[in-house]
């Protein structure tokens, strides 16, 4: 090796360091970095030859079976005007127009937050992870399972904001069914607005609430940076089998019309909603999501959209919903990659488990959906922690204990450190054969931050963890949620601006029913 | 795509189908597929920058620093010969030497076992799964942690014997403390010879014993095969850092010299036993593993030997070992790939943590290890199931609940079925926009076999869950442990070779003392 490699060397050293020294430093305020940026190359198991079968079957799928989008003759224009072939409700793309309509997208873009230390890049070799969405239920700190309130709602805002595992606020972290259908989105956006500081998500269950969410962050954000940027990234699902809703079609043109982010997934459970193969369903997820891409940028081309999928598999012998299985982990790998060639951000994956409780079965399953999803490359992360019982339940044990894990992925996806730190060569001569190093300068130089440490685990001795009264790890997450709700401070928010929000939320609560719940 | 390329593609299809069909037809007499076969690329975090460099600092430590072969001179005399540097027992290889020395390795070799379908390829794409190995402590059905057994070690045996899950019967599932140290190998190998017909591993703990473990193969196999063939695989383990002590070097001569096979391991917790980075611990794994693969060659060459890796990180705040942590994961990906370079197998990971019971915590370490094992490429798998508190303790229940884990494992390294059944394009045609899979001639055709499923998981609702008591994962796997051993039959064993091997136990332990526990 010439002396110059060498210099080129040392002067080369991995993101993992920096990036958990500045996290480790400020933990305790609730700062983390705010993105990961992969280092290595994301996991590719689809070869070429299956990638190209793929892709020309999504092709076909669009082209010859077409794509349902319902209830919406306004979308059937846009899509007729942008070349596709409608009847009915049933379009069909020719072959390369999706593909075509695609290419509009950008390949990454920045989601603002309210505090710009906190704002996101969603694409390339970034990975944003966001809390669990949509659960009806939640399991408690009494370990008691029940309906979700707006304050457990606030309560999961909270944590996810004092987390450093957590980049994004992200939208309905549960769905708090003590208040009406038609109002709760206010509130619910108003707690992303004000507990947090973090990136949020917005609402998509009328395309009235889209518009509220607009509104709500032009008040947060100012009009003028809203029209130029985008601050809020909204889920937008497939009825999948091939098809789209007016609800949610309606959401997508509020949110693309004014420049913020949707992800277009398809929500499958496979051998139900798709073909019970693996190519099978990404062939038909590919389809879907093109589908969905298409169409944002033929509503305003250059609108920032997230290829999105979900992909489970269904037990074929009692009809329920499986996770973490070899199957749709396989899916995640190859979908990135598909994404990747559509040169769209890509968002999939998360900690899911069909598990009741945050037992082993909860961490293996979640285990294995959250490393493909890192070693894979997905950008935009929902479900990252907290996940239960196939997504009917938000978990607050199991919300700490998977954000704890996600506080390891930047050390996994950066480069091996070889700078001459790195290499050590000095520790190894000034150590040497049957001696230890904790003691070399090499260690005292680096012990503090050299390997990544959990904050939950329990790594003493049997009598010292007897002695301190065996709890295990979900005992021990819930004490430490509690100690976080606890010491929890909001973010400052400008009062003038907290009082315009209210105000907006004032008004609009006026006119709309509360029957519904 | 022409009618010629759809013709080749539908001729292909992926290996995971039919070695789950293979499993599940065969599972309940303890039958399973010999071994995993990967047929995606193993995963490469290592650029090539950082591969060189690693390669040529571990030939530093060997050129300068040396390493110490203790307390056996026979050892020095055959590295001298062989063209090192020896001063004392410090041992010093001029550069390439050791390399040079470990080109007579096999890249992969057959372990028989009695049972000529349950042989195993050790090396290449394959990857191999033996149990827990050293817990002088058990956790047994009764959820109590006390000393192991030999009652204990047989029913590891037989659950490993049972259990698709694993190809390889293991070598000291737990140490049977209730037996004298100077005899108790000589029933443990009984044990593996006679309850399971699955390979086993050999003693190491003196040569007398490696010696006794040759004999009772040759008993059971045949001494003129046993000539021949490898039939057992043992683990020397370094004394990190950069020393091998005499028992196991005299251990590794007595198996070397019969053909038969050896890990080489060092056995390391960064920051106590290799420099606190992920850098400094490789090269000091590959120095050390190289000197012991280039000792086996001087010994016997052409000797099966395994390049081992058992690397955890140290809490440098506490002084204990942690498990499922990003480093040992990124030390595990990267050492896989300087073994292929050195053209032999690898031996690492694992299910590894440092949880006291079969919790998330144990779930979360066990994946973040067995994962990064099997994608990495690993083709030797020690602990691959039931270890427990940094492996202190044997868990029954850990066990099953990794084993059912393991099942899993061809599936996701299996290549994604492209051939037209794979495809499902009748099926995607057939079902459409907004129906539903179910019932399509492609599902009905393909749904016993298409999805990996477990067998401990709960996929069932909330209320079936908690009418049929709530039981935990933990739980669910004790009761399936009791159900298995009640089951247990043992695989036919000639009733010649099982008295020729009751009467060399006999005469040997007449001969050996029984004071020492």
Redesign the interface.
Known sequence: ?SETQTSE?KSRRGG?RDARRQMRAAGAAGLSAPFITRE??P?????E??T???E??AE??LE?????FRDDPEALDILRNAGADVKGE?VRFPRGLARQLCATAPASFTQHARNPERSVEIGGNKTVFAPVYGPPFVRDLAGE?RYATMEDFRNFVKLVYMHPGFHHSGGTVCEPVDLPITKRHLEMIYAHQSLSDKPYMGSVTAPSRAADTVEMSKILFGADFVAKNTVVTSLINA?S???WDDTMLGALKVYARNNQAVITAPFIL???????????T???TLAEAMSGIAFTQAVNPGAPVIFGSFAS??????G???F????P??VLY?CAKLARRLNVPFRSGGSLT???????????????TI?PTV?GGVNFVLHAAGWM??G??ADYA?LL?DAD?LT??Q??VS????SE?????D???E????????G?S??QA???T?????E???????EQ??AEG?A???ERARKRVAEMLESYQAPVLDPAKDEELRAYIATRMEGLPDSDF
């Open positions: 090796m060397r993992g290595i190359a996991v590719d198991i689809l070869s030859e299956a190209e079968i793929i020309y079957n076909t799928i010859e079976i077409g794509i349902d049933r399972r009825n089998p091939m098809t496979a051998g139900a909603m798709s073909p019970v193969s693996v190519a099978g990404l062939t038909q598999s269904m037990s074929m012998q009692t329920a919903p499986t973490g299985t070899p199957e982990a396989k190859a069909g598990s009741k409780t945050a037992d082993a079965q909860a961490a293996y399953e979640s285990t294995h490393i070693m019982e196939g009917l339940v199991k204990l894990q390891m992925m050390d996994l480069a091996i450190d070889v730190n790195g290499q050590a060569m520790a190894l001569r150590t040497g054969p049957g001696q230890h190093f904790l070399s090499h260690t680096n012990f503090e050299a390997f990544w440490r959990s939950l685990a329990d790594n003493t001795t049997f963890w007897s065996a295990e790890s979900n």
